[in-house]
């Protein structure tokens, strides 16, 4: 063999060597937003509006990594989600409760769960009652809602009309607060001051003399203009959420038609991921494996 044959061999045999062990000591490498790299695409979502300031926080943060993602999100209530998600007008329907308590069985057996977290469902009253009502017994709390119970004098409070600031049927903090908070007896309605619109509810208990109604806990970081209230002695928080103490608290689901794929699915692993669940308790959400009970 001539010494131009020879090198050519050994070079050859080197390169594929090298070729080999790169080979055996690395991981396929992953693809899409898992890698670090950018996706593009869009995602609608629609739900419950105590999961919306959480789906916002997190759109907002996966956005500057995936700035050519469009995502546009609506509250309507966990029903009007589950509805939208089910008939595929939208990629994500936000609830409060699972979508079988909504939603025929047929239709919910083709949703896939996301289960991102808890909600804690906090009782809130006017500042106007908050200063003689610290508590309310469960038995309190059920008389109230339900209005057998229509002055805060026979709970406590003064001597003035007890306004229920109510929730529409589509509303899953309605269906959990009903299941949890009044031992399944429906609450009294009060059409002049219904709303699903968590803000716009917290509003209303803050301008209208007194009133009470209900708001998942994140809606209570940094706001002072209602107060919340113990149920049998015991403050609606995430610490006595996470010890079983406090009752009135449910997970919070995305749902999605099928297996995500795309942009959705980079959203829900985003949302999901270590990195952003380091955010949940910042604003008031609990972490679903700190949780003690179911």
């Known amino acids: 063999m001539n010494l131009k044959k020879w090198m050519a061999l050994a070079l050859s045999s080197a390169a594929l060597v090298a070729a080999a062990g790169c080979g055996g000591n690395s991981a396929p490498a992953k693809s899409g937003a898992a890698s670090g790299s950018k996706v593009s695409g869009q995602v609608t979502v629609s739900g419950s509006s105590a999961l919306l300031p959480l789906a916002k926080d997190a759109a907002a943060k996966f956005k500057t990594k995936n700035p050519d993602v469009s995502i546009t999100l609506n509250a309507g209530g966990s029903g009007t989600g589950l509805k939208q998600v089910a008939e595929g007008s939208v990629n994500i329907g936000n609830s409060d409760v699972p979508a079988e308590k909504k939603l025929p069985a047929d239709k919910a057996k083709g949703l896939v769960d996301h289960k991102v977290c808890t909600m804690t469902v906090a009782t809130i009253v006017n500042k106007d009652i908050a200063d ?163």
């Open 132 to 294: 003689k009502v610290k508590s309310l017994t469960s038995q309190q709390l059920q008389d109230v809602f339900t209005a057998k119970v229509t002055n805060w004098k026979d709970v406590g409070g003064p001597d003035e009309p007890i306004v229920l600031v109510t929730r529409p049927t589509t509303s899953g903090t309605r269906a959990l607060f009903t299941e949890l908070a009044l031992a399944g007896q429906e609450e009294a309605s009060n059409k002049s001051l219904e709303t699903d619109d968590s803000g716009t509810l917290i509003q209303s208990v803050a301008q209208t003399k007194g009133a009470i109604g209900y708001v998942a806990l994140p809606y209570l970081v940094n706001n002072k203009d209602v107060s919340a209230i113990a149920i049998d002695g015991v403050e609606p928080s995430l610490e006595n959420t996470y010890n079983g103490k406090y009752k009135v608290w449910g997970y919070e689901h995305m749902y999605t038609k099928g297996e995500a794929t795309g942009a959705v699915k980079a959203y829900l692993d985003y949302v999901l991921s270590d990195e952003y669940g380091v955010e949940i308790e910042k604003q008031g959400y609990g972490v679903s494996s700190k949780m003690k009970t179911k």
